[in-house]
């Protein structure tokens, strides 16, 4: 019952920056997960951050090995959005990027529900 729904997908240089943008409607609930996915021509969808929180001042960001550093999840609760700045971009980055929502279990994360994805191509 949540809808996903993600934009600011393009065309960039490499050393260049987009921020992706991912609008959730629907029935959410305060201790759903909230990641962003990528999956590559000929890959398999891989993780690339997530975000928890638990109130304004309290928030819990991971992120993949592979965008530490140049890459930053962040969130607006008031606008229901999760956004991906994206920086220092790299061929390497070239996917259709994922939103995705899940709620936490005692094993981890589980992700429901997935947008359409939008398309980040990273020319060098």
């Known amino acids: 019952q949540v809808q996903l729904v993600e934009s600011g997908g393009g065309l960039v240089q490499a050393g260049g920056s987009l921020r992706l943008s991912c609008a959730a409607s629907?029935?959410?609930?305060?201790?759903?997960?909230r990641g962003w996915f990528r999956q590559a021509p000929g890959k398999e969808r891989e993780f690339v951050a997530r975000i928890y929180w638990w109130s304004d001042a309290s928030t819990s960001t991971y992120y993949a090995d592979s965008v530490k550093g140049r890459f930053t999840i962040s969130r607006d609760n008031a606008k229901n959005t999760v956004y991906l700045q994206m920086n220092s971009l790299k061929p390497e980055d070239t996917a259709v990027y994922y939103c995705a929502a899940g709620s936490i279990t005692g094993s981890g994360y589980e992700y429901d529900y997935w947008g359409q994805g939008t398309q980040v191509i990273v020319s060098s």
């Open positions: 629907g029935r959410t609930f305060s201790s759903y997960v």
